[in-house]
């Protein structure tokens, strides 16, 4: 639990391999910096951590963070994440993902954010605070497939 500090490198912990979880949200960071994370030692965290909570660190990607094979839950909330493309990416990575919370973050906005990300990642059992259940999934895939479906017969 490193919250409230003034970490501005999540660093020195390449010899760590057995950290399930960690709190760095809400770090007194210079104006205009984010939260950086040294490539060792999210390697060396790769394996065992299942609980991240990065929120509220002007942290504007999560492409970096995606060598997280054992996620579980993600709090990122009030950040600057806006890219869409950005998180779907990594969210093919996190195949244990159950739940992320992006709240407060400009992504949070776009048009079908939601349904994005629950067709996205077959894993997360829970958005935002709020449960993905298994009909809403369902119904996401179909209106996926027939979409695509829709536009394959309009190009032929």
């Not at 995606?66 to 869409?84: C, F, G, I, K, P």
């Amino acid at each position: 639990y490193l919250g409230g500090n003034c970490i501005t490198v999540v660093e020195g912990l390449d010899k760590t391999e057995k950290i399930k979880e960690l709190h760095i949200e809400n770090q007194h960071l210079p104006l205009g910096e984010k939260l950086l994370f040294d490539p060792r030692s999210l390697r060396s965290l790769a394996k065992s951590l299942s609980v991240l909570n990065i929120s509220n660190n002007n942290i504007d990607e999560l492409e970096e963070l995606a060598v997280l094979e054992n996620l579980s839950y993600l709090r990122a909330t009030d950040n600057q994440l806006q890219n869409m493309e950005d998180v779907e990416a990594v969210l093919n990575k996190w195949i244990k993902l159950r739940r992320m919370d992006l709240m407060g973050n400009p992504i949070c906005h776009k048009p079908k954010y939601r349904d994005r990300i629950v067709v996205q990642s077959q894993t997360l059992e829970s958005l935002d605070g709020k449960e993905i259940k298994e009909m809403e999934r369902q119904f996401l895939m179909n209106w996926k497939a027939s979409k695509a479906a829709r536009k394959k017969s309009k190009e032929r």
